[in-house]
């Protein structure tokens, strides 16, 4: 998938609109930030994108309205915000019926914590559970915070009930308590670090079979590498296996698994606009 990120904030804003407008004419899809441009050069290059077929991404700051985002949504424009940008729910809920319109999804990278029911200016748990109801792609991390499995399970469940999913990116050990949010559809996201707590490569691969058979789509991003039969072993279970570029050269057997690997293609409502990104 082609990324771009259109960002020379130096550039005058009509050549920068010019730019913009260019490149969504030649196709690919696009990632922009809605500070970086006007509304009308928003909204004409998202129409010309997505006519050509492909994905128009705009990363929600809070400069524009609520009515210019969902003239955007309805036109295609996938939304992808956070609870550092917006935190009301009813907004929300507005935008994600402009995105049903336009054929788009909306995004929701929450931060905080989940314990936050009641405090003001803050998404409470309630909150997350009802934006999934209504199909928002929910993503968190635990990278700052610790994340209750039980609860990362209710957000998964109320995800598949209103037809999105929750995106989880876990840092720590791959444990057998994920399998919870996994019977919900939960995706979540590794590293090579969640499955090297054991020289016994054969446990390793059946708690991550494990995962996969409960239900969970398990994407390993590979970052410095993994013992071959392993790496083998969980590309065969099922999981995505998404390899940083210049990780092997090209006589490496290595090569042979990145391109069985490369094979499955990473659903993009599956990450938070970028692939390769472990946040």
């Known amino acids: 998938m082609n990324n771009e990120i ?28 809605d500070d970086q441009y ?30 210019q985002l969902e003239w955007l949504a309805e036109a295609g424009a996938d939304l992808y915000t ?33 314990e936050s029911e009641g405090e003001s200016g803050s998404v409470s748990f309630s909150d997350l559970q009802e934006m999934g109801r209504i199909g928002i792609y929910l993503h968190c991390t635990n990278r700052e915070r610790e994340r209750d499995v039980s609860r990362l399970a209710e957000l998964a469940y109320a995800c598949r009930k209103g037809g ?21 559809g939960a995706w979540i996201h590794i590293s090579e670090q969640s499955l090297r707590e054991s020289e016994d490569t054969a446990l390793v691969l059946d708690r991550v079979k494990s995962a996969l058979s409960a239900g969970s789509k398990l994407v390993l991003h590979l970052e410095k590498g993994l013992d071959f039969s392993l790496l083998r072993g ?46």
């Open 234 to 279: 969980v590309i065969r279970a099922g999981a995505l296996v998404l390899f940083k570029s210049d990780l092997f050269d090209y006589r490496s057997p290595f090569r042979a698994l990145e391109k069985e690997a490369r094979q499955k293609k990473l659903d993009f409502r599956a990450y938070y606009l970028y692939p390769t990104f472990l946040p």
């Open 6 to 33: 259109l960002k020379d904030t130096n550039v005058e804003l009509p050549k920068k609109a010019y730019e913009l407008l260019s490149r969504a004419g030649k196709g690919g899809d696009i990632t922009v930030r």
């Open 82 to 114: 956070s609870d550092e940008a917006r935190s009301d729910f009813l907004e929300m809920e507005l935008m994600k019926k402009a995105c049903r319109k336009g054929g788009a999804i909306f995004a929701y990278f929450f931060h905080g914590p989940f």
């Open 164 to 184: 999105s999913w929750l995106v989880y990116y876990h840092h720590g050990l791959l444990e057998s308590s994920l399998e919870e949010p996994g019977r919900n």
């Open 38 to 67: 006007d509304f009308p050069c928003l909204l004409d290059s998202v129409k010309i994108c997505r006519k050509k077929g492909f994905r128009f991404r705009l990363i929600e700051s809070g400069k524009l309205s609520l009515s």
